[in-house]
């Protein structure tokens, strides 16, 4: 049969039409293409032709990404802007750890940040991750950074309750790397 494993059969029809498709697909040799359409009582399996092959083939690149690490780290400094947060190397790192699964040197970070246009570090030439990735061109409507004073005063009751209970416990579980 010619009809999905998880979707009903379609009826009779279908099940009178499936050899015919088969052989079809055989013939075109298309056997392995196939795509999965959408009818009112299930999807079935129809044969792709070589011009829908070739539509898929050709528009896969212009709708996938092709971001170099370089734009990804632009990504991320970004981000960090328009969450007002000065984005400092350790920050960097673990924003960019938590979006890509993969922690970054501070050597690899230092080269996708020269790599990347329009962000400069401060200080040029520091030591590890002690810098801050500045965009040499802050985004439309930029307030400037968050102060310490100013993120503490945005803490909600909830918040401020989880710290005081562990600070009541100890302190905080210990965690992975203790530089974030």
């Given amino acids: 049969s010619s009809s999905l494993p998880c979707?009903?059969?379609?009826?009779?029809?279908?099940?009178q039409h499936a050899p015919r498709r088969a052989e079809r697909r055989r013939r075109s040799g298309n056997a392995a293409m196939t795509s999965a359409r959408s009818t009112g009582r299930g999807a079935t399996v129809k044969p792709i032709d070589a011009h829908e092959q070739a539509v898929v083939v050709n528009e896969a690149p212009q709708r996938g990404l092709n971001l170099s690490p370089a734009d990804v780290v632009l990504?991320?400094?970004?981000?960090?802007?328009?969450?007002?947060a000065l984005p400092r190397g350790p920050l960097l790192q673990w924003t960019l750890q938590i979006l890509t699964g993969e922690k970054f040197s501070h050597v690899q970070l230092r080269t996708y940040l020269g790599l990347a246009h329009g962000i400069?570090?401060?200080?040029?030439?520091p030591k590890k991750l002690n810098f801050c990735a500045m965009l040499t061109e802050p985004p439309p409507g930029f307030e400037?950074?968050?102060?310490?004073?100013?993120?503490?005063?945005?803490l909600d009751t909830i918040t401020l309750e989880e710290v005081a209970r562990c600070l009541a416990h100890g302190g905080w579980p210990k965690v992975d790397d203790a530089s974030h």
């Fill in 144 to 154: 400037g950074f968050l102060s310490e004073g100013e993120v503490a005063d945005k």
């Fill in 75 to 84: 990504w991320a400094v970004r981000s960090l802007y328009l969450d007002r």
């Fill in 7 to 15: 979707a009903r059969p379609e009826g009779n029809l279908a099940r």
């Fill in 120 to 125: 400069r570090t401060e200080p040029v030439a």
